[in-house]
T-cell receptor
């Protein structure tokens, strides 16, 4: 079955780098995603990576994908207080034509000034 | 460009009462999703529409939940009767298609069942 696991909480100091980790089970996943949810708001797509890539960088965000270990990480450089939110990892399987995203339970990032 | 609009933002009801949520997707987005997000969890898909057709409703508890998307634009999600375990945030999302997972979410409707 499809499952996505994340650690629940991460606390960092402003200016440090944050690394949020995720593991998934569906080896046929074609795309893997990182969504951000601020308090009282819906989810917002941050970035995604295609399964044939190892790394993707977008400004302060770096996504690393280890397909062998089914491990995905999101690194936020120079973390700011505005980055405090819940971060969700999600996958979409190749075998699924439904566009069904499977979300992890979310990692709460706390940024201390 | 307006985003996905949901109402109401908050609803408190007693168990066994009915409740309905409304969603207006981004203009031009043919695909509409209803997700349920329990406290401390990630969203779980309830139903997906392609235009006015429900193409994936396998996770929708059909004994008490119903949804419709008349004319392929706005959608409503109804619960009747509500149970205590239905307390959650109900998120609506829309996308241009299903080939990628770029979904645009509304702010959600938070339901509390007493």
């Amino acid at each position: 079955g499809e499952d996505v696991e994340q650690s629940l909480f991460l606390s960092v100091r402003e200016g440090d780098s944050s690394v949020i980790n995720c593991t998934y089970t569906d080896s046929s996943s074609t795309y893997l995603y990182w969504y951000k949810q601020e308090p009282g708001a819906g989810l917002q797509l941050l970035t995604y990576i295609f399964s044939n890539m190892d790394m993707k960088q977008d400004q302060r965000l770096t996504v690393l994908l280890n397909k062998k270990d089914k491990h995905l990480s999101l690194r936020i450089a120079d973390t700011q207080t505005g980055d405090s939110a819940i971060y969700f990892c999600a996958e979409i399987g190749r075998s699924s034509n439904t566009g069904k995203l499977i979300f992890g339970q979310g990692t709460t990032l706390q940024v201390k000034p | 460009e307006a985003g996905v609009v949901q109402s109401p933002r908050y609803k408190i009801i007693e168990k066994k009462q009915p409740v309905a949520f409304w969603c207006n997707p981004i203009s031009g987005h043919n695909t509409l999703y209803w997700y349920r997000q329990n406290l401390g969890q990630g969203p779980e898909l309830l139903i997906r529409y392609e235009n006015e057709e429900a193409v994936d409703d396998s996770q929708l508890p059909k004994d008490r939940f119903s949804a419709e998307r008349l004319k392929g634009v706005d959608s409503t999600l109804k619960i009747q009767p509500a149970e205590l375990g239905d307390s959650a945030v109900y998120l609506c999302a829309s996308s241009l298609g299903v080939t990628t997972g770029e979904l645009f979410f509304g702010e959600g409707s938070r339901l509390t069942v007493l």
